[in-house]
């Protein structure tokens, strides 16, 4: 009741002109900040940070600065999904998962009804989230607290056990695609270790290429190529995924439509949308799955809403009575991801305000932000700065509603982009790939490897090996390797840290149930397809 | 060819007249590249960010700062791109202990750290030793004797590989013959949140890191390695108080540097504009509240201060077996 | 196509093995290294290697690949079997348009600005590439960056590449400084007059 009187005025603060006027600018701002690839919600917030005391000064309430930012937050979750569905580009590594159907349901001529149904479930998937979020604050961020390294890594080694459901029906390709993913993502500076690793061409083997060559003794003047440049800071997400999708993808659908002029034929109608709102009942399944699902994960800390994402479309797939649909163009393809992905970016402000520690590079930026502002987010947050955190959880409902009724409005405006005709797409498509990876990285190098990876995505796509399960797991193996790592340095190499919950990790006896539980899942989950077809062979052959 | 040429010559004549419009006073034109030699959301990217926020809000310079992270190699990535930048007048990095540790480290880069424009160095961070209260231990002595107990099974978190919370590991180890286990983590908020959900067992975060879960009585403060107990936490000791023998204390900078070859004009208006950054009262205001030291060195006094660090910390990575 | 399966097959296990190999390195600086010393589980005490993860990552796909190249020789995957080429001339003549067409623009991007670039890049593609009218080639690419401009270096001050001095000294600061001198009201109006400049041509160019 306390927490609901609370609450209460919470919203109706968050309600007051300004704040919503705030929330407005904020979510419109988020959304073409998410819509463009590359620049994104992390950039968006980081950006517009100093722009904070301008609205402290003009409304002198403590808790605007922040409803402006998570409003620019919140409208970039939505935004991502823009991206990926008419570009095919996903702008943001939560928005990945979206692209499977909402690419194909742009294609065939429904574009308007993928935005919808994003729009929609994003929105049910936020609210939920915000709902978990007010009413049990404490006790999940209590949750979170029991997830040490070896259950971290066992929750990765579920989201990787629904990797088996995204790739082609080629399985030496897939696994060629996850584990080339994973290893790009070990390149640069290793942090357990302290040492670079996997520089390619570096001083060394330059001097190797020379002395072969001839040059022997000439190492002093090399022609210098700048190896720690291109490699230390690691093969970013966007990266990969810009020049897969943006480069790659595009070339492909270039040589693929051969001369003709426009994309997809699509209609822009109020009716057809009203029909697009109505038709959410087909995605109700979706929308479920990823709502839940997705703010589970979403409040462990390292894990951010891109493992979510991506589960809670793997868990709609192999619930579903038609798993064949699944990228093909199935509305609830499309709102299973983004209800999770806004799900789980609710529920990664929990972390960040319950413990101080940020889920994802964004509520990093929040957190800084909010250090700014003289608040530390941590355990007593809750009971110390009620008229701040209430006001800001109310503007979470507030900026939601928003939110969906802006991005409503604004579908006309997207869909007049893909009737474009694709030769002035094509290029524009091209130039926002290269402006956005210099704006997410600000490095040259970066947008060289893009392109570089792009090319030779397409050359790869043309012999069907499917890419998707790559780029997901350059995410995914950073957080994967580390905790791999730092749980084996915890059990000097034992791997028993992982499936026995009676491993004495400090020696006092204790027993750990969850990552062992969470580890047999995920390996039910790998092995039930092999076990499942090796029994159609016996059953065949007897 | 001759196009080129010509476009060079112009090119050159125009630096020049840059150069010399510099010499009188100088004044930026154009925006301020910010370079965070960290990851966002990091500590030294929180403490940047804020800068940058003093900047803007009280308008102390007449073009924008821009702040750009990179992160990688431990700083490497950030000093080598510093040692290139085609304009060092407009260049500027926020820096932290790597910038001595790192070149050390690594050979390779070939930085040299002595050649950056020392502007100024706006404070310095503190260390702490800290457990989570259900281990019932308060003192020192008890934390040796509880160490000593669990054999190798003891361990600490804390920010990456031979950074400043393993050389302060390494230390304990090897001056009470302990066997600490030290797990590096990429960020000190991570640590501070497995140290209160007893995934580790200690940390020797940052006060700034660690106060929330202080506040919440969930971790406990041992001692400080620091000269002079902290202000925030006058219950805790330094280690040299609680030690007889102890005659340690480690320190992170926070410094902003310029370029290598930056102007001495333009190296001027920096530390002119970070002394106006560290007088404001919101940076004051940060500094009580995060238990931060250290008063605004600036210029030859920060070179001092760096040649006599880089000396140091040669001889404690030796120590480790870090470096050779 | 069953040619360019097996050779790009042969080539990715090539790499992998590289890969392998590259991932039992020490670093650089290190001489009394011995490769291959940092795959174990668990060294000296203190958990895995920092090549441990890439090195049986690396075999991985090693072994991928060896069972692509299986499958090849028993023909059990689509592109084994067809015999359509793997690229035919207007594929090939595209990759070289295009693909050509990309890395001149990174090359232009780092010798004279982020925008020129652009401009530059969008009139090749749509001119030459699109066969789209001059005129309106002209105008999209002079709008196009001119909006990118603004939105990024001036509304965001997310700075992109300046390219070459001379060029930043002589063009870039002066209309720096002129922009950000201005009010938002005034760079949102010339955002939309350049749009109507674009969506008028863009008309003229349809009749």
């Known amino acids: 009741m306390e927490i609901l009187a609370a609450l209460t005025d919470g919203i109706l603060i968050a309600m007051q002109p300004h704040?919503?006027?705030?929330?407005?600018?904020?979510?419109?701002?988020?959304?073409?900040?998410?819509?463009?690839?590359?620049?994104?919600?992390?950039?968006?917030?980081?950006?517009?940070?100093?722009?904070?005391?301008?609205?402290?000064?003009?409304?002198?309430?403590?808790?605007?600065?922040?409803?402006?930012?998570?409003?620019?937050y919140y409208?970039?979750?939505?935004?991502?999904?823009?991206?990926?569905?008419?570009?095919?580009?996903?702008?943001?590594?939560?928005?990945?998962?979206?692209?499977?159907?909402?690419?194909?349901?742009?294609?065939?001529?429904?574009?308007?009804?993928?935005?919808?149904?994003?729009?929609?479930?994003?929105?049910?998937?936020?609210?939920?989230?915000?709902?978990?979020?007010?009413g049990f604050a404490p006790f999940l961020s209590s949750v979170a607290l029991d997830f040490g390294n070896p259950e971290i890594f066992a929750l990765m080694l579920l989201a990787f056990a629904t990797f088996i459901g995204l790739g082609g029906d080629d399985i030496p390709k897939t696994m060629f695609s996850i584990f080339f993913g994973l290893l790009l993502a070990t390149v640069g500076f290793d942090t357990i270790s302290g040492e670079p690793r996997l520089i390619f061409f570096n001083d060394r083997e330059q001097t190797a290429v020379l002395e072969a060559v001839g040059m022997t003794g000439a190492a002093e003047n090399v022609p210098y190529f700048d190896s720690i440049g291109w490699f230390s800071r690691g093969i970013q997400f966007l990266v990969l995924a810009i020049g897969v999708y943006g480069i790659g993808e595009m070339i492909w659908t270039i040589n693929a439509s051969r001369y003709k002029l426009t994309m997809t034929e699509t209609k822009i109608s109020f009716s057809r949308i009203m029909k697009a709102i109505v038709g959410m009942k087909d995605a109700w399944?979706?929308?479920?799955?990823?709502?839940?699902?997705?703010?589970?994960?979403?409040?462990?800390?390292?894990?951010?809403?891109?493992?979510?994402?991506?589960?809670?479309?793997?868990?709609?797939?192999?619930?579903?009575?038609?798993?064949?649909?699944?990228?093909?163009?199935?509305?609830?393809?499309?709102?299973?991801?983004?209800?999770?992905?806004?799900?789980?970016?609710?529920?990664?402000m929990l972390p960040m305000m319950t413990l101080g520690i940020p889920g994802s590079p964004t509520t990093a930026v929040l957190l800084a932000g909010m250090v700014i502002w003289g608040l530390e987010p941590g355990p007593r947050m809750f009971e110390d700065r009620p008229e701040f955190v209430w006001p800001l959880i109310g503007s979470f409902y507030i900026s939601n509603i928003v939110a969906v009724l802006v991005n409503l409005a604004f579908i006309p405006l997207f869909l007049w982009v893909l009737r474009m005709p694709f030769t002035i797409l094509a290029p524009v498509i091209f130039v926002l790939s290269v402006i956005g990876t210099y704006a997410a990285y600000d490095n040259m190098y970066d947008v060289w490897l893009m392109v570089f990876f792009g090319i030779g995505a397409y050359l790869l796509r043309i012999l069907d090996y499917p890419l998707a399960p790559a780029v997901l797991a350059v995410v995914l193996g950073t957080t994967a390797e580390q905790k791999l790592?730092?749980?084996?340095?915890?059990?000097?190499?034992?791997?028993?840290?992982?499936?026995?919950?009676?491993?004495?990790?400090?020696?006092?006896?204790?027993?750990?149930?969850?990552?062992?539980?969470?580890?047999?899942?995920?390996?039910?989950?790998?092995?039930l397809p092999i076990i499942l077809w090796a029994m159609k062979k016996i059953r065949a052959k007897a | 060819m001759k196009l080129m040429k010509t476009l060079a010559l112009?090119?050159?004549?125009?630096?020049?007249?840059?150069?010399?419009?510099?010499?009188?006073?100088?004044?930026?034109?154009?925006?301020?590249?910010?370079?965070?030699?960290?990851?966002?959301?990091?500590?030294?990217?929180?403490?940047?960010?804020?800068?940058?926020s003093i900047v803007e809000k009280n308008e102390l310079a007449s073009v924008p700062m821009v702040p750009t992270n990179k992160s990688g190699g431990s700083g490497a990535e950030a000093l080598s791109y510093m040692s290139k930048v085609n304009d060092p007048d407009h260049s500027i990095m926020v820096t932290l202990n790597s910038f001595y540790t790192t070149p050390l480290r690594q050979p390779g880069l070939k930085v040299d750290n002595m050649a950056f424009a020392p502007i100024g160095r706006m404070a310095e961070d503190t260390f702490v030793l800290w457990v989570h209260k259900d281990e019932g231990i308060s003192t020192f002595d008890e934390f040796l004797a509880e160490v000593k107990s669990r054999g190798n099974k003891w361990v600490m978190g804390g920010t990456g590989k031979n950074s400043e919370d393993n050389i302060?590991?390494?230390?304990?180890?090897?001056?009470?013959?302990?066997?600490?286990?030290?797990?590096?983590?990429?960020?000190?908020?991570?640590?501070?949140?497995?140290?209160?959900?007893?995934?580790?067992?200690?940390?020797?975060?940052?006060?700034?890191?660690?106060?929330?879960?202080?506040?919440?009585?969930?971790?406990?403060?041992?001692?400080?390695?620091?000269?002079?107990?902290?202000?925030?936490?006058?219950?805790?000791?330094?280690?040299?108080?609680?030690s007889d023998e102890a005659d340690f204390s480690y320190f992170m900078q926070r410094s902003v540097v310029g370029a290598p070859g930056m102007s001495h004009e333009a190296a001027a208006y920096y530390t002119e504009l970070f002394r106006n950054v560290y007088k404001s009262d919101e940076w004051q205001k940060y500094k009580n509240d995060k238990s931060l030291m250290g008063d605004f060195v600036s210029q030859l006094d920060l070179a001092d201060y760096w040649a006599g660090q880089i000396a140091n910390h040669e001889t404690i990575l030796k120590a480790s077996g870090a470096i050779k | 196509?069953?040619?360019?399966?097996?050779?790009?097959?042969?080539?990715?296990?090539?790499?992998?093995?590289?890969?392998?190999?590259?991932?039992?390195?020490?670093?650089?600086?290190?001489?009394?290294?011995?490769?291959?010393?940092?795959?174990?589980?668990?060294?000296?005490?203190?958990?895995?290697?920092?090549?441990?993860?890439?090195?049986?990552?690396?075999?991985?796909?090693?072994?991928?690949?060896?069972?692509?190249?299986?499958?090849?020789?028993?023909?059990?995957?689509?592109?084994?079997?067809?015999?359509?080429?793997?690229?035919?001339?207007?594929?090939?003549?595209?990759?070289?348009?295009?693909?050509?067409?990309?890395?001149?623009?990174?090359?232009?991007?780092?010798?004279?600005?982020?925008?020129?670039?652009?401009?530059?890049?969008?009139?090749?593609?749509?001119?030459?590439?699109?066969r789209h009218p001059l005129f309106l080639s002209i105008v999209t690419s002079l709008v196009v960056p001119f909006w990118l401009y603004l939105f990024f270096d001036i509304v965001m001050t997310k700075i992109q590449p300046k390219g070459m001095r001379w060029l930043e000294d002589a063009f870039y600061n002066p209309t720096g400084e002129f922009f950000r001198s201005q009010s938002l009201i005034t760079i949102a109006l010339c955002f939309v007059i350049s749009g109507a400049l674009l969506a008028l041509s863009a008309r003229a160019a349809r009749e």
């Open chain 1, 285 to 348: 399944k979706g929308t479920t799955i990823g709502s839940f699902l997705g703010f589970f994960v979403g409040i462990l800390p390292a894990a951010g809403a891109t493992p979510g994402s991506l589960m809670s479309y793997g868990v709609a797939k192999m619930t579903s009575r038609n798993p064949k649909s699944y990228g093909q163009g199935n509305p609830d393809g499309v709102a299973a991801p983004e209800a999770a992905n806004n799900s789980a970016s609710t529920g990664a």
């Open chain 3, 1 to 130: 196509m069953r040619r360019a399966e097996f050779v790009t097959a042969i080539i990715l296990g090539l790499l992998s093995a590289y890969l392998m190999w590259k991932s039992g390195e020490g670093p650089e600086w290190d001489t009394e290294y011995v490769h291959w010393s940092n795959i174990g589980v668990n060294i000296d005490g203190s958990g895995p290697g920092k090549g441990f993860w890439p090195f049986y990552l690396a075999l991985g796909m090693l072994v991928s690949c060896i069972w692509i190249i299986v499958n090849t020789i028993r023909r059990t995957s689509p592109p084994s079997q067809s015999d359509e080429p793997f690229m035919d001339a207007y594929a090939k003549k595209m990759l070289l348009f295009v693909g050509g067409g990309l890395i001149g623009f990174l090359l232009l991007v780092e010798w004279f600005s982020m925008y020129f670039g652009i401009a530059i890049f969008m009139f090749y593609y749509m001119m030459f590439l699109g």
């Open chain 2, 168 to 242: 302060i590991t390494d230390h304990l180890n090897e001056a009470y013959g302990l066997d600490i286990k030290y797990i590096p983590y990429k960020g000190g908020g991570a640590v501070a949140k497995d140290l209160a959900g007893k995934q580790i067992q200690s940390s020797v975060n940052n006060p700034s890191e660690a106060l929330g879960f202080y506040e919440s009585g969930d971790v406990v403060p041992i001692v400080a390695f620091t000269n002079e107990r902290l202000p925030m936490f006058p219950d805790t000791p330094t280690l040299n108080e609680a």
């Open chain 1, 485 to 527: 790592r730092q749980s084996l340095l915890l059990s000097d190499g034992d791997f028993a840290i992982f499936y026995s919950p009676f491993f004495d990790r400090d020696g006092k006896g204790q027993e750990w149930w969850i990552a062992p539980i969470t580890t047999w899942v995920a390996v039910i989950l790998i092995l």
């Open chain 1, 19 to 72: 704040n919503l006027g705030l929330a407005v600018i904020g979510v419109i701002v988020g959304l073409f900040v998410g819509a463009l690839p590359g620049l994104g919600s992390v950039n968006g917030v980081a950006i517009l940070l100093p722009f904070t005391f301008v609205i402290n000064e003009a409304t002198s309430d403590p808790a605007s600065p922040m409803i402006f930012l998570a409003a620019i």
């Open chain 2, 10 to 52: 112009t090119g050159a004549a125009l630096g020049m007249t840059v150069a010399a419009t510099a010499a009188q006073a100088f004044e930026p034109s154009k925006p301020i590249d910010f370079v965070i030699m960290a990851g966002k959301g990091g500590g030294a990217d929180k403490m940047a960010r804020l800068m940058q």
């Open chain 1, 75 to 134: 409208g970039a979750m939505y935004g991502g999904a823009i991206s990926s569905i008419t570009l095919g580009i996903p702008g943001a590594s939560t928005a990945v998962a979206t692209t499977f159907d909402g690419r194909p349901m742009a294609l065939q001529g429904n574009a308007d009804r993928a935005l919808v149904t994003a729009a929609i479930a994003s929105f049910i998937g936020g609210t939920v989230a915000t709902v978990f979020f007010s």
